[in-house]
């Protein structure tokens, strides 16, 4: 799935006093089955600009296309459920993120938000848990009582 932004601006707390421009036409591409690094200082964008892969955050001016979807700055998008089901997010700090009260809760969270049965998020959790490199022990634990690199992992599983 392609992602590509044409000429996005953004500007949080837009027409207040408090606006800030984020963005500034912005050109971009991430073709299909590619890597990129998005690198810079703090307060640079880069966020502003991973918000906007998933239509977190839709433009102040300029399109974004996310495969066959195209957010387009003053108009609702439609149907960003299937957006959001391929395109995830892992915070820098992942304690930002997790929130329930066990890991295992916690990975199932988003699949069963998207429709997924209770018992398949649960199988989808205890596949996940291995492929991010923790043991199954894990998922009975409060994700708050882990290290940093494990939560990290647990968000990584959990989108």
Known sequence: ?????????Y??????????????????EIPSHTYQAIIGHTGSG???ILQHFNA????????????????????KAKDLKAVRQKVGIVFQFPEHQ????????DIM???MNFGVS?????????????????PENVLEKSPFDLSGGQMRRVAIAGV
């Open 1 to 9: 799935m392609d992602i590509k932004l044409q000429q996005v601006s």
């Open 11 to 28: 500007a949080y707390s837009q027409g207040t006093p408090f606006e800030k421009r984020a963005l500034f036409d912005v050109d971009f």
């Open 46 to 48: 880069k966020s502003t």
């Open 56 to 75: 977190l955050l839709r433009p102040t001016s300029g399109e974004v296309h996310i495969g066959d979807r195209i957010v387009v700055a003053g108009k």
């Open 98 to 105: 997790l929130f329930e009260e066990t890991v295992l809760k």
């Open 109 to 111: 969270f988003g699949p």
């Open 118 to 134: 209770e018992q398949e998020a649960e199988a989808r959790a205890k596949e996940l848990i291995g492929l991010v490199g923790l």
